[in-house]
């Protein structure tokens, strides 16, 4: 079993950047596909990107590609989404996920099996 816990919100200016980390107990964490989602005050949660257990290309929603990147460090059992170019829209509470199949669609409709307590993240304008 693996448990998550999300670190590095805040407030931010809009155009700034911030790191969330998401750091994971449990000896299987390298085999685990470990993402993001948010949400955002009165939105549903959204996909924000995931990265299979294996590393390779992460998968992004539309709304941050080209500005959140994620990567892990399976030594250190921690993911990370570093976000860039921030806007005020990226205001939420974001929220590590982690599931054992590697399957993206799984992601998309947000049917993981692990979260964490989430990180709220504040952007000002």
């Known amino acids: 079993q693996v448990q998550l816990v999300e670190s590095g919100g805040g407030l931010v200016q809009a155009g700034g950047s911030l790191r969330l980390s998401c750091a994971a107990s449990g000896r299987t964490f390298s085999s685990y596909a470990m993402g993001w989602f948010r949400q955002a005050p009165g939105k549903e949660r959204e996909f924000v990107g995931v990265?299979?257990?294996?590393?390779?290309?992460?998968y992004y929603a539309d709304s941050v590609k080209g500005r959140f990147t994620i990567s892990r460090d399976n030594g250190k059992n921690t993911v990370y989404l570093q976000m860039n170019s921030l806007k005020p829209e990226d205001t939420a509470v974001y929220y590590c996920a982690a599931d054992s199949r590697m399957v993206v669609s799984l992601w998309y409709t947000g049917n993981v099996g692990l979260w964490g307590q989430g990180t709220l993240v504040t952007v000002s304008s």
């Open positions: 990265i299979m257990w294996s590393g390779g290309m992460p």
